[in-house]
């Protein structure tokens, strides 16, 4: 490897790697023009002088996995290019409570116009890192993956998705386009999984994947006939769990989704799946407390 980086030195940066600032951009200016509205940040221009400097640090108010550091600079950047912002971390990492995560230097307005939608991508996203994180931890030692799925908040899927593999996780598909994911409605509209399955392979290009939502174990032993790559166990309970990866071995990956916690994702990973979906670390997960401290 050139430079002397190691196979796991790269491929963790490159798992790490965020999404580029042509997709991210827009979405932090969009956030920037939903605060400032039609006339800016009257209170600051108001109350703060044009010539006062300030120094402040972003801090986490408690511990947890940081993501999205980056994406808080280009909310400061934007707002003013002069801004200094100086991280003392990196995402992907584990930051304890009263952690600074960076320091900021600049223009005080600058700063205070910038502050809550740099904290609102902070927070969110270090909350869907850290989610992902205990979830990850619980499983370790186990062949699971952890991955999200497309319940994501609109707008935000690609830096939330991000934001899971700073905590530790993997990557569902980014959306309708990219896997073929045929679940029970697509099943009854096509007349069941056989034909559902054999319409699929007859339309896709030769580097997509079919996957299968199955609720029993007659379901999968179907879609398994049919050739589907992986399969989805979809509210299965963990003795249901355990005989489909059974069955499923060596013909298929296999998924576990639906009803996933905190409380009960080892005992899912123990039956051996390959892959376990959740939907509350990107919807659901709680933000991590995050603020911009003037010295």
Partial sequence: MAGGVTGAAFARELHLAPPTRLIVEPLVRAALLEDLGRAGDITTEAVVGSQVQADARVVARRAGRLAGLGIAELAFAIVDPAITFRPGCADGDDVET??????VTGQA????????????????????????????????????RITETRKTTPGLRVLEKYAVRAGGGFNHRLGLDDAVLIKDNHIVAAGGITPAVERARAAIGHMVKIEVEVETLA??????????????????????MREAVARARGRALTEASGSITAANVAQVAATGVDVISVGWITHSAPALDVALDFD
Avoid at 124 to 133: D, I, K, Q, W, Y
Avoid at 226 to 237: E, F, H, K, S
């Fill in 98 to 103: 009263n952690q600074t995560l960076a320091i």
């Fill in 109 to 144: 307005r600058s700063l205070l116009t910038a502050e809550r939608t740099a904290l609102n991508f902070l927070g969110h996203l270090c909350g869907v890192a850290t989610a992902t994180r205990e979830l990850v931890e619980r499983v370790r030692g186990t062949q699971a």
């Fill in 219 to 240: 379901e999968l032993d179907e879609a398994l006939a049919a050739g589907a790559d992986v399969v989805l166990l979809d509210n299965m309970d963990v003795s249901q």
